[in-house]
């Protein structure tokens, strides 16, 4: 479930959406009004329920082998995603929709960046497309889908080591 040439998608489990307007997100740092969607390289960090909390970590340039094998494992491929137990029934029942949308409106934001943004309305490019099996999304990616009793120990391994990561929904996470 990847953008095709010309365009990025938007996650949703709302089918419904005929055009997004720029917003100011409840969960964003940001105050500015945006459309939010991802290209090809991030999408796998929006391969779940919206509000399950999520902490994921990849192999990177400076990545050294030491804390590839600790963190993600030997033979693990390049990249680890992490959920609680909690959310495991949520991402196999979950209804998720992807929006193909025009690429030409959007354009990066973060540093390094995590997603893109447009300031404008847009008009997805069709109806959504119903988004299968999260977990054999995860296989056929090659990344390792972890289920944890709690994502802190591991996200605090993840952030202090030379991985590059991601964490999004972590205040759903146990405390």
């Known amino acids: 479930m990847r953008p095709g040439p010309g365009q990025v998608l938007h996650f949703s489990e709302d089918p ?16 500015e009004p945006y459309v939010w969607a991802v290209g090809p390289d991030r999408c796998p960090d ?3 329920p919206r509000d399950c ?18 963190i993600i494992g030997a033979g693990s491929g390049d990249r680890v ?21 025009p690429a030409e409106p959007f354009r990066p934001i973060g540093d390094p960046p995590h997603a893109v943004v447009a ?8 109806p959504p497309e119903p988004v299968t099996d999260l977990i ?9 889908l972890r289920v944890l009793d ?26």
Not at 16 to 31: G, K, L, N
């Open 16 to 31: 419904t959406i005929d055009q997004f307007e720029p917003h100011v997100a409840r969960t964003s740092s940001r105050r």
């Open 46 to 48: 929006y391969w779940f």
């Open 53 to 70: 909390p999520r902490a994921m970590a990849w192999k990177g340039p400076r990545t050294t082998e030491r804390d590839a094998e600790r």
């Open 81 to 101: 995603h992490a959920i609680e137990y909690g959310w495991l029934k949520a991402i196999m029942d979950v209804r998720l929709y992807a929006y193909r949308l």
């Open 119 to 126: 300031e404008v309305p847009v008009v997805p490019l069709g």
């Open 136 to 144: 054999d999304l995860h296989e056929e990616a090659g990344i390792q």
């Open 150 to 175: 709690n994502l802190w120990p591991f996200w605090n391994q993840v952030t202090a080591s030379t991985l590059e990561f991601s964490g999004i929904r972590l205040r759903n996470a146990r405390r």
